[in-house]
């Protein structure tokens, strides 16, 4: 039954912002992207549909919100875009991208994964790529529980709810997943995701992206993007 609802995992309610990417930023002669961790993808489906000539990839490894990106990507007829049940760290790349995306990947991993998934990010790159990353590690203060993604799929209606609670030093954060018949409200799948994250961390973004040997591109600035070179 698994596999059968994971086709309705399909984001509505993403956070402002989340997913929207400085087009104007992508020359012509850049033709290859990939997205570390799109989740459901709305953003990526977007440049994907707006750029026929060039080519996507988005790393998920997280099944539900791949299935529900792949059911987006047949929707759409889109055949510029490849979505891989890869972690970053998995990942081997043969050529480098010109755009490396990571849109709300600081706040998506757990904290044992981190370093090593930021570490993995130079092996995308070349000398003329470029990294957007946001610097967004999460919530840390007690968040409660709120329905942040609804969507409905013929019969079925998806939702998710996020709720967030400080333990001692740090914050767990608990993303809960339902699929019911519309129509009686009967639960047809139901998941949780827990994971804890250190509340008041000592090295920022920067300091993770120093480490891996990028260096921040301060030519141009972009809302909540951050820009990053290899050293």
Same mark, same amino acid.
């Given at each position: ?7 309705? $995992? ?13 087009? #104007? ?6 033709? !290859? ?32 919100? !791949? ?18 049940? +890869? ?5 081997? &790349? ?9 849109? #709300?990947?600081? &706040? ?8 090593? &998934? ?11 790529? @470029?990294? /957007? +990353?946001?610097? /967004? /590690? ?8 709120? =329905?942040?993604? &609804? ?5 079925? %209606? $998806? ?6 609670? !400080? =333990?001692?030093?740090? *914050?767990?954060?608990?993303? !809960?997943?339902?699929? @019911?018949? %519309?129509?009686?409200?009967?639960? +047809?799948?139901?998941?949780?995701? *827990?994971? @804890? ?6 090295? %920022? ?5 120093? *480490?891996?040997?990028? =260096?921040?591109?301060?030519?141009? %600035? $972009?809302?909540?993007?951050?820009? $990053?070179?290899?050293?």
């Amino acid at each position: 039954m698994f596999s059968e609802v994971e086709s309705f $995992y399909i984001f509505s309610g993403a956070a402002p912002g989340a997913g929207q990417f400085p087009l #104007h930023r992508f020359p012509d002669g850049w033709s !290859r992207f990939i997205e570390v961790g799109p989740g459901a993808g709305e953003g990526l489906l977007a440049l994907a549909q707006e750029m026929p000539a060039a080519t996507f990839v988005g790393l998920e490894p997280d099944a539900p919100a !791949r299935s529900g990106m792949l059911s987006l990507v047949r929707e759409r007829g889109l055949r510029n875009l490849a979505v891989l049940p +890869i972690p970053v760290q998995d990942f081997m &790349c043969t050529d480098a991208f010109d755009i490396v995306l990571a849109d #709300h990947l600081l &706040c998506s991993v757990p904290d044992e994964n981190l370093e090593s &998934c930021i570490a993995s990010l130079p092996r995308l790159m070349n000398k003329n790529s @470029t990294l /957007f +990353i946001d610097d /967004f /590690f999460g919530v840390e203060e007690d968040f409660d529980g709120r =329905v942040v993604a &609804c969507a409905s799929a013929g019969i079925y %209606t $998806y939702t998710r709810w996020f709720h967030a609670e !400080r =333990v001692a030093s740090k *914050i767990r954060i608990v993303n !809960r997943y339902e699929v @019911t018949a %519309t129509a009686s409200g009967r639960v +047809i799948w139901r998941d949780e995701k *827990i994971f @804890t994250r250190q509340r008041g961390r000592e090295r %920022t973004c920067k300091d993770l992206l120093d *480490i891996a040997g990028l =260096v921040e591109d301060r030519s141009e %600035t $972009y809302d909540r993007w951050l820009c $990053y070179r290899l050293a």
